[in-house]
C-alpha cells in the first residue's frame, strides 16, 4: 500500500514508517522538521519536507494517510493555545481536504488517551468513558478526531483514531517535547537530578513505541472505530523515578515542584477493545526502559 506518515521523522512517527517498510508498505514522510529529525528518517521511505497546513500539498496515488504530526506538549496548548489549535484542528482540517481532493481512501489519526478524557471516572478508561480534557490540547486532538469522523460521514473518508496512553521509547527527544521516561534517563545519566511536578502519587500508563507502531500498522485493517492503545496498567511518577534510578544507578532523591496545569492525576486505559482486534502491548515497562 502506498502510504503517507505525517510526522514521520519524528519520535513515534519515525517507528511507524520503520515497521511500515519492514512490512512491504511504500512509504512517504511528510515533516517539516520542527520537531523531528533527519536522522530518524528510514532511507527506504521518501522524503517530503513539508508542512500539514501547506495548502498545496499533493496526495496524488496515496491510498492512506497515517498523522501523526501534531503539536504535543500540554504546557505549550495552554500557554499559547492558538498555536496548538492551528497546528492540531486546522493542520487536521488541511489534511483532510487533501484527502478528499485526491481520493485517499483513508485515515489514521494519532489521538491521545491521556488528554482527550480528563480526570478519569473510573478505571481503566475504555472509549466508552465521557470526553472531558483538561488542556487545550486535549481539546484540540478530540476536536480533530470530530472533524475526521465528520469527513467520513460527508466524503465516505474511512478513518481509524488511536488513542495512545503515555509512549516511550528510543528517539524520544528528552530536550525537547518530550515523555518523562525520556527526561529522567537522560538526566539520571549526567548525575542531574529530575524534577517531579506535583507530589508524585500522579499516575500514568506507560506504552512501548515499539508497541504502537505495530497498532498503526494492524489499523490499516480496522475500519471506522476508535481504539484505546496502551499498557493497561498504572504507575505512579514516583515509581517510575525508583525504576529508573535502579536501572542508572542514580541514588539522589528527586527534586519536588508545583504540580502543572492542565495535567490528568491519574489515568490508565482499557485496551480491551484492541485486543479484540488481534492487538496486544508485548513491552513490559521496566524491560521497555532497559532498551533506551
Known amino acids: 500500500m502506498k502510504i503517507l506518515v505525517t510526522g514521520g521523522a519524528g519520535f513515534i512517527g519515525s517507528h511507524i514508517v520503520d515497521l511500515l517498510i519492514e512490512n512491504g508498505h511504500d512509504v512517504s514522510v511528510l515533516d517539516n522538521l520542527s520537531t523531528g529529525n533527519e536522522k530518524n528518517l528510514n532511507s527506504s521511505a521518501k522524503f517530503i519536507k513539508g508542512d500539514i497546513l501547506d495548502k498545496n500539498l499533493d496526495l496524488t496515488g496515496f491510498e492512506c494517510v497515517i498523522h501523526e504530526a501534531a503539536q504535543i506538549n500540554v504546557r505549550t ?128 500508563d506507560f506504552v512501548n513505541v515499539k508497541d504502537v507502531a505495530k497498532a498503526n500498522l494492524m489499523a490499516l485493517d480496522w475500519k471506522n472505530d476508535i481504539v484505546n492503545i496502551g499498557y493497561g496498567n498504572e504507575t505512579s511518577v514516583n515509581e517510575l523515578f525508583k525504576i529508573i534510578a535502579s536501572e542508572t544507578g542514580f541514588n539522589k532523591d528527586p527534586i519536588y515542584e508545583k504540580e502543572r496545569e492542565g495535567e490528568v492525576y491519574r489515568i490508565y486505559i482499557d485496551y480491551s477493545k484492541a485486543k479484540t482486534l488481534g492487538w496486544i502491548p508485548e513491552f513490559e515497562l521496566e524491560n521497555g526502559i532497559k532498551e533506551i
Open 77 to 204: 496548548s495552554v500557554e499559547n493555545p492558538v498555536f496548538d489549535a492551528n497546528i492540531n484542528v486546522l493542520g487536521t482540517i488541511n489534511i483532510l481536504e487533501k484527502i478528499k481532493e485526491y481520493g485517499v481512501k483513508k485515515i489514521i489519526f494519532s489521538s491521545s488517551g491521556g488528554a482527550v478524557y480528563g480526570e478519569p471516572e473510573y478505571l481503566p478508561v475504555d472509549e466508552k468513558h465521557a470526553v472531558n480534557p483538561l488542556s487545550p490540547y486535549g481539546l484540540s486532538k478530540f476536536c480533530a478526531e470530530e472533524y475526521i469522523k465528520l469527513y467520513a460521514r460527508l466524503y465516505g473518508i474511512e478513518y481509524c483514531i488511536l488513542r495512545y496512553s503515555n509512549v516511550y521509547g528510543s528517539r524520544q527527544d528528552p530536550l525537547g517535547e518530550a515523555g518523562v521516561i525520556s527526561i529522567f534517563i537522560d538526566k539520571m545519566k549526567k548525575g542531574e537530578t529530575p524534577i517531579i511536578y506535583g507530589d508524585g502519587n500522579q499516575t500514568r
